[in-house]
């Protein structure tokens, strides 16, 4: 029995003998998606182009049944002969004149882990784990899958940047393959021969025309901005192939891991090494027109909550609150100016008696409204010089706006204001009597004045 290196020479001198004008070699072929291979190349006579073969299938046909090489060799021949009378009738400059290049490019979606080596040589977007390649189609094809890939060194004969390379390609992509969005109710039908006429299935099926390479719609803005609008805004991407992606509302019906789940099996079961694309969800973002993968699209909604219909968390600050009648006491509440005002019960008034970087906030009308005396203040001789009528908070001060109190700082001002005080009128002045919290709830109330003004003690 021949071993595959025997194999290939049998089946390149059976070839050659088949189509004796032709240019019959053994050749090296990498491809992208691990399709990698040793094959026959045919290059006919006056063709501008060669057709290479993986042999790889057939020599596994002759190592089950060795008795059929001369019929597998023969069949080797003949596929030879009747795919390169097929090649198109084109000149190289169709290829490497970019001029007429740039109209016949179409876009392919790949993922970056197995090509990684490969696209060191290919000019190529990253997009998440996939890579945009691109490929000029061969004019006068019979079928979209008779493609080149742009390498670098081509691109340096063109002359452009990959910018502009991807700029036309996704401009040739629209223009010779459309993308083509279905609901997969319709096409079920479709394959049913009407015989089933089904309610409009959650999930869209989207490629281009013709199908090949139809994931690359990934890649056309205009095209996901119009799918969002016919789907009512963001969508998953659960990517089928190479070949189709499937689109599926955002709308909460679905949860990324089950959708993920879903994909990674498909995946495991049905989809070939060459069609593989990706196991991740990817999202659009239809309000920034962004499109990635669904796990990256919940890391930014949760950095920029606001952005996105979510509740911001609330910034807070931990001050101290000081109320008639009642010892100081830490509390965390929010820094908004509607906070400040539901504690201090109406609008707010701020001074700074002291040295230290903090700030009293009071009730601005607390003497008028006839709030109860809270605590004195009083000057560096220690008469008194004010009343804080209502509750009032001790604030640390920031650059910009009020904050938390140090632990230093709220030990200090709850040493400061601990004793509750009850107020005396003593002629035209005011006496402040400090009083333990049980004492003060049962203070007469003709120690507790309706009227309240500020009077200086004599």
Excluded: C
């Excluded at 299938?57 to 069949?75: T, V």
């Excluded at 096409?187 to 015989?195: K, T």
């Excluded at 049905?270 to 991740?280: G, I, N, Q, R």
């Excluded at 920034?288 to 990256?296: L, R, V, W």
Aim: negative net charge; without cysteine; hydrophobic residues 40%.
């Amino acid at each position: 029995m021949m071993n595959f290196d025997e194999f290939l020479e049998a089946a390149k001198d059976r070839v050659q003998e088949t189509i004796p004008d032709a240019e019959v070699k053994i050749q090296q072929v990498n491809k992208l998606q691990g399709e990698s291979y040793t094959g026959i190349s045919v290059q006919p006579e006056g063709a501008a182009a060669a057709v290479t073969f993986n042999v790889s299938p057939a020599f596994e046909r002759y190592q089950d049944d060795e008795s059929q090489k001369e019929a597998i060799l023969g069949k080797i021949a003949a596929d030879a002969k009747q795919v390169s009378s097929a090649i198109p009738a084109f000149s190289i400059s169709d290829i490497t004149d970019y001029s007429t290049a740039k109209d016949h490019l179409v876009m392919q979606v790949i993922p970056v882990g197995p090509n990684m080596e490969m696209l060191e040589n290919i000019p190529h977007k990253t997009v998440e784990d996939i890579a945009v390649v691109y490929r000029v189609e061969l004019p006068n094809a019979a079928d979209s899958s008779a493609t080149t890939l742009v390498t670098n060194q081509l691109l340096a004969e063109y002359g452009v940047t990959a910018d502009q390379l991807h700029v036309d390609a996704v401009a040739a992509q629209i223009a010779n393959h459309p993308p083509v969005l279905r609901n997969m109710s319709e096409m079920m039908a479709e394959m049913s021969g009407g015989l089933f006429d089904m309610p409009e299935s959650p999930m869209w099926v989207a490629t281009v025309d013709g199908g090949m390479n139809g994931a690359s719609v990934t890649q056309l803005p205009a095209f996901l901005e119009e799918a969002a609008d016919r789907l009512g805004g963001d969508f998953f991407v659960l990517p089928s192939s190479v070949h189709e992606v499937l689109f599926i509302r955002d709308d909460g019906s679905f949860e990324r891991e089950d959708l993920e789940s879903m994909v990674r099996g498909v995946n495991a079961t049905e989809v070939s090494e060459a069609d593989f694309l990706s196991d991740s969800v990817y999202h659009y973002d239809s309000d920034d027109h962004i499109f990635e993968k669904a796990t990256t699209f919940e890391s930014r909604v949760a950095e920029e909550p606001a952005l996105y219909g979510a509740e911001p968390a609330r910034e807070t600050m931990t001050v101290l609150l000081v109320e008639p009648d009642k010892y100081p006491r830490p509390v965390e509440m929010g820094t908004e100016l509607e906070d400040l005002q539901k504690a201090v019960g109406g609008y707010i008034e701020v001074v700074y008696p002291f040295d230290e970087p903090v700030g009293l906030i009071m009730n601005e009308e607390g003497k008028l409204d006839g709030l109860p005396l809270n605590r004195a203040l009083r000057d560096d001789d220690g008469k008194i010089y004010d009343v804080v009528a209502g509750p009032f908070l001790v604030v640390g001060l920031t650059e910009e706006n009020f904050g938390s109190l140090t632990p230093e700082q709220l030990a200090v001002f709850e040493e400061k204001f601990h004793s509750p005080e009850v107020f005396v009128r003593m002629g035209r002045g005011i006496m402040a009597i400090p009083v333990d919290e049980k004492a003060a709830e049962t203070v007469a109330p003709e120690m507790k004045p309706q009227k309240h003004v500020k009077e200086e003690a004599r």
